[in-house]
Structures are given as C-alpha cells and as structure tokens.
C-alpha cells in the first residue's frame, strides 16, 4: 500500500522580524541580506508561542482540509531539532492536544532541514507494511530563534520559526519514491548542546548553530540536482513530468543555482524564503500548504519534494499529488 | 583554458565573452562569493580540476595559473 496527501495545514508566529528590525543590533543591511540570501523578513516565536501550538494549528488546518478526525489517525511523526522539552517528546504533547487515540503510533526524528522528507518516508513504510492502512500525520516544527547566535550577523539572519503538517492516506498505486544520502559530519553545519549538569564534566558550551555558509553552499547546489536526478532516473522520469518542485528554503541563490543548474522553467520551484527564511523541516509542509491552498498543486500532479542540511543529509521526495 | 573560463564565466553573467577583462577582479566583474562559489563548481565540474579558494585567487589570469600550476 502507498500513500496521498490528504490535507496540508501550516502555522506561523505572530512576531515578524525583518531585516532592518536585525540592522538594530547586528552590523548588517537589507540590502546584504537580500541580495545574499533572498529574505527579508523571519517569523519568531514569542513567549505565548510554543512549538506545540504551532504544530497543533498546523495540524488542526491539515486534519480540516482532509475532513478527518483526530480519532482516525494512527501514526503521528514528528520532525523537530528539539522540541519545547528535552523528554517527553514533542509528539505526546501534540497527540494530547489534538486528541489522537492513546493506541497511535509516534515517534519525533531529528533528521535537520531534511526531517519531513525522512519524516514522509517512515510513514511510507509504515503505509507499505501494513502496520497501518487508514491515515497518518507528518508534522514538522522548529523554532530556529531558539538555537540561532543572535552575535553572529553570518549566520543568525537566515533563520526563522514555523510548523507545516500533511495528512496521509492510504492509496494503492500512488507514486511514492525516495533517494537520500548521509554522512557523519558536524563540522561544518552543528548546532552544540548547552552546558552539562554533570559535576564529573567540565563542558560548558553555548547551545548554538555554527556553519561554514560556503560549505553548505555548495554541499547544497550539488545534492539537489543529484537527488531529483536520482529520484527522476529510478522512476523512468524527465523534468517536465514533474508539476513542481519543493526546495528547502534556505538561500534564494541556492534556489536559483538549482534551477540554472537544471535547466528547468523557474515557474515550477514556488519559495516563500523571502517571508519566512529558513525555518529547517518546516520549510517545505509549509510551502505546500500554502501552494496547494493557492491552487497551485492539482490532483494527480507529480511533485518531488528535495531537502539538504545537517548531517550533512539530503533527500529527495516523488509524490502523486 | 583561459577561453573556456572566460566562456563559463560570461555564459554566467549573461555577457558576451569580449566583455570579460581576464584582469579585472572578481568583484569588479559582478560576482559576489557566492556566485565564485557556483563558478568554482561548474569549472570544477567541467574541467576536472579541484579549486581551493583563497583571497588572493581574485581574478580570471589568476585562476589560470593557478589550474595549469596543478598540471
Ligand atoms: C550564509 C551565506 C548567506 C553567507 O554568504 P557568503 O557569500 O558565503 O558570505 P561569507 O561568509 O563568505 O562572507 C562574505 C562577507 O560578508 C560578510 N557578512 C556575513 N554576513 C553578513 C551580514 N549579515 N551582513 C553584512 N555582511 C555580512 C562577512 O563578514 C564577509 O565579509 P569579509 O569578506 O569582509 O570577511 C551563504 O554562505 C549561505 O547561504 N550558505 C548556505 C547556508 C545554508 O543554507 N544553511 C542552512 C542549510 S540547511
């Protein structure tokens, strides 16, 4: 058994930050940030905001586009770099607030900007083993403004927060394929962990987000052009099959070196990176939901979903709308 | 190897091969590093050759030497 997306639901912070908002404290200007990355404005969550209220409006729209109720869901993935505690999981208290049977299958994953592809592709197994064979939810939630260095103007204006769901249905024969690459390495995109509370242990680092822009920069352009070539060669398909493209907004220059380098029409790569920057696997269920509430997704269309980030992981995703 | 660079670079920028001075720097030619970052890649690419970046490998005369200095 395969799977169709059934609803899509998205949700955003009230605060908006924009560039000129960050120029206040940090040596920067629109002008750099826009033309280096695309963005000229962020969503940051404030204290009333939780990655759990966002994830549970962002699945509340999803379940109501796909007039399901809580009750029939049996699996919930959750994507997130850390949810609002270290235990128990963001996806308890997610399940608890939508009111889901205490019998569904959960589980968060921490697989970075990448997380609701993977997240996609644990829900697949679970649809093609039979385990489950009604519905499931993917919900990704991140709050970058919680791990970005707000001291490093290289870095911290890039981010945002934001949670993006979808509603999955079991379907026989609906296209559904991946191709991934991992490798072990935290040099060059990390983010650290706070102090220790252990008196045995004398680290007392900052939890932030460190990178090497160039480096993920071309680890970038690369991997997408090589997993959607991947994902189209396996599945016997050309560009032109596939409806839209899906890019993790991280950098509109990457978006744009994507589409140079695959000589595809840019009206199929749809971004938001200018409102919201990156906001990790929340990017691209958000980006969806707010194409296919514009119409710019049909029933049947083809679409491949490509994400890249930590790990440094990419992954692409083929899906029959 | 200086045309073909020149050829990558001015197919980048949308110019015409004769508009590219192989002295002038980088940064005068438009390109911010990013897009010597994609340039760095595509040449690579095309030309089989590995670039390490640095500061000093500011312009088109530069890139030569130092791509014909691995051999
Ligand atoms: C982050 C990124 C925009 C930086 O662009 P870059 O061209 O690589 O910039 P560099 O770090 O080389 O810096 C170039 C110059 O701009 C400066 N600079 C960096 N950030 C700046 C800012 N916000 N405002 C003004 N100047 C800035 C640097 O200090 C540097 O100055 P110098 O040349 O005097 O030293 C770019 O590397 C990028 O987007 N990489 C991919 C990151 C990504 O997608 N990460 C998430 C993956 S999931």
């Known amino acids: ?321 | 190897m200086k045309e073909k660079l020149i050829a990558i670079i001015a197919e980048y920028l949308g110019k015409d091969a004769s508009e590219i001075e192989a002295d002038a720097t980088f940064e005068d030619l438009g390109l911010d590093s990013l897009d010597i970052a994609e340039l760095v890649m595509q040449i690579e690419d095309e030309l089989g050759v590995t670039i390490e970046l640095n500061a000093e490998l500011n312009n088109i005369d530069k890139l030569v030497e130092y791509i014909e200095n691995q051999g």
């Open chain 1, 1 to 321: 058994m395969s799977f169709r997306i059934l609803g899509t639901g998205s949700a955003l912070p009230v605060t908006t930050v924009s560039n000129e908002d960050l120029t206040k404290f940090l040596d920067t200007s629109d002008e750099w940030i826009r033309t280096r990355t695309g963005i000229t404005e962020r969503r940051v969550m404030n204290d009333g905001e939780s990655l759990l209220t966002l994830a549970t409006s962002a699945c509340k729209n999803a379940l109501e586009m796909a007039n399901t109720s809580p009750e029939e869901i049996e699996l919930i993935v959750c994507t997130t770099l850390a949810g609002d505690y270290t235990s128990p999981a963001l996806y308890c208290l997610i399940a608890k607030a939508l009111g889901l049977s205490d019998r569904v299958i959960t589980m968060d994953t921490n697989m970075g900007c990448c997380g609701f592809e993977y997240g996609l592709q644990i829900a697949h197994t679970y649809f093609a083993s039979g385990m489950i064979t009604k519905k499931a939810i993917v919900v990704s939630a991140e709050g970058l403004s919680r791990h970005a260095d707000w001291s490093d103007r290289a870095t911290c204006c890039l981010f945002g927060d934001a949670s993006g769901a979808v509603v999955l249905e079991a379907a026989p024969d609906r296209k559904v394929d991946f191709d991934w690459t991992v490798s072990g390495n935290a040099d060059i995109l990390n983010i650290t962990r706070h102090a220790d509370n252990s008196p045995w242990n004398t680290y007392d680092g900052k939890g932030v987000l460190h990178m090497n822009g160039q480096e993920v920069f071309k680890f970038a352009v690369s991997s997408i052009s090589a997993r959607i070539g991947a994902v189209l060669e396996k599945n016997g398909l050309a560009p032109d099959d596939i409806a839209k493209f899906f890019l993790h907004q991280a950098n509109i220059r990457i978006i744009n070196s994507a589409i140079h380098k695959m000589g595809v029409a840019p009206e199929k790569f749809p971004h938001n990176i200018e409102r919201l920057g990156n906001t990790s696997s929340a990017t691209i269920p958000v980006l969806l939901d707010e194409t296919v509430r514009a119409g710019g997704v049909q029933r049947g269309d083809k679409i491949i979903l490509c994400a890249f980030g930590a790990g440094l992981a990419s992954i692409a995703c083929l899906l029959e709308f």
